[in-house]
């Protein structure tokens, strides 16, 4: 899913005017979904290494 948003970044700014207004919405809104996949990414990183560690296979 983040991915797909990630991927419309350059049509929505095409689509946008030019104005500070709009590019700082979107930059918020890059930031706040660029942090949630970050936070995602190190949790399944996290468990992945809870898991290894006890022996189990990190892939379930």
């Not at 979107?26 to 942090?35: C, E, N, Q, R, T």
Request: aromatic share 2%.
């Amino acid at each position: 899913m983040h991915l797909e948003l990630l991927t419309s970044v350059p049509r929505a700014l095409a689509t946008l005017a030019r104005d500070n207004g709009n590019l700082s919405a979107l930059a918020v809104v890059l930031g706040v979904v660029g942090g949630c996949m970050l936070s995602a990414w190190r949790e399944q990183h996290r468990e992945r290494r809870t898991r290894l560690a006890r022996g189990l296979n990190p892939l379930e």
